[in-house]
């Protein structure tokens, strides 16, 4: 049996960190849109009969009934594929949900928390997902494989091993899904794929677009392929980009510069490559104030979207603390902070720094 596997989706989400350059909100979620219009157009081409999608494929919050309306148009547009979803945490079947109030294309089959069991031709459907924002349990102990002649799948949205803190997001582990021998696990919820790191019997295929800079490099679709027989089970899973941006992290030293706008131009300067969002890390010793304000009112680069200052003062703070002024006496005090565990060094780093500013002309 052949599929698409994504999850993670997450439809009109609201890209807070990219409101500061004009339109890059609206312009990433047109992205997201995208990618699923080139999911459908490789399920029409290839003709894939089944499309898993493992949770959080919209925002509950921000989602509009015009997206909703787009993707269920173009769900629609492959009639013969039959589309199952397990809502997640971010798009749990609730009272006021669009999987309870739209009207979805007839191929679309919604799971509840329930746990259903749907027969295939070629392989068992084992699925349930959210009926709220959280899931501390489920009923993976329900679940007996009982023909094993067949491809047998679970799909749900799920924290797979995960730590204390996840255990209100529908709790699994390996060791769980192993005892019930699954031949394949759709997952979501973990927006980074694991192809590299398993078997490929349990996945999570990571984001559909990549939601930020902790989401790194390409993020796309699962395509796979599954045989059974005679007991033997083979699989074909593969990875295929569906998000054409990718989010990028760059450092970059100011050791050397000596004014903000010797940094703007530093950074005018460089290429940076069209299908990229980045995110600049500044790193190094610095001998000026940086606003990250107005270094973005300088910076004419638009797929420069974030900057990070992990700078510090270029000042021999060891020498002004043994100076008998009103500044050595708070650079020692400060510096004794410092070296005390329970204070956050980079609050006191930018502490000296500010009081430095203040305290200039003052001795």
């Known amino acids: 049996m052949r599929f698409v596997h994504i999850a993670d989706t997450h439809l009109d989400s609201a890209f807070n960190f990219l409101t500061d350059k004009a339109d890059m909100g609206y312009i990433r979620r047109m992205d ?15 003709d894939v009969p089944y499309l898993f999608i493992s949770g959080d494929l919209y925002e509950h919050s921000s989602i509009k009934e015009s997206t909703i309306e787009y993707i269920n148009k173009l769900f629609k547009q492959i009639p013969n594929t039959k589309i199952f979803i397990t809502p997640g945490n971010h798009d749990p079947l609730i009272k006021n949900s669009y999987y309870n109030l739209y009207n979805w294309a007839d191929n679309v089959k919604i799971f509840d928390s329930k746990l259903t069991k749907i027969e295939e031709e070629e392989f068992y459907l084992y699925g349930f997902g959210f009926d709220n924002f959280t899931m501390n349990s489920n009923e993976l102990n329900k679940i007996i494989i009982s023909d094993k002649s067949k491809v047998n799948i ?14 209100q997001y529908n709790p699994i582990t390996t060791r769980e899904l192993n005892d019930l021998d699954f031949d ?23 984001s559909t677009c990549s939601l930020g800079f902790d989401e790194l490099g390409e993020h796309g679709m699962v395509v796979g392929e599954i045989t059974k027989k005679n007991g033997e089970v083979k699989r074909n899973i593969q990875f295929m980009k569906l998000d054409d941006k990718e989010f990028v992290r760059e450092e970059c030293m100011t050791d050397e510069m000596n004014s903000l706008e010797d940094l703007a131009d530093f950074i005018n300067s460089k290429e940076y490559e069209d ?21 973005g009112r300088l910076i004419n680069k638009d797929n420069v979207v974030k900057i990070k200052d992990k700078t510090k003062i270029s000042i021999d703070l060891e020498k002004i603390s043994n100076d008998s002024s009103l500044k050595g006496i708070f650079i020692k005090k400060m510096l004794e902070k410092l070296e005390q565990e ?14 430095l500013q203040s305290l200039e002309g003052k001795n």
């Open 342 to 355: 329970e204070y956050d060094k980079e609050i006191i780093e930018k502490a000296i720094e500010y009081g």
């Open 275 to 295: 299908n990229k969002l980045y995110e600049l890390i500044l790193t190094g010793g610095r001998n000026f104030e940086i606003s990250n304000y107005r270094l």
């Open 32 to 46: 997201q849109r995208n990618a699923i219009k080139r999911m459908i157009n490789y399920i029409k081409e290839n």
């Open 154 to 167: 679970l799909i749900t949205h799920a924290s797979l091993d995960g730590s204390k803190d996840q255990n």
């Open 184 to 206: 394949y696990v759709a997952l979501g919820h973990i927006h980074k794929r694991n192809l590299e790191y398993n078997d490929q019997k349990i996945v999570y295929p990571g």
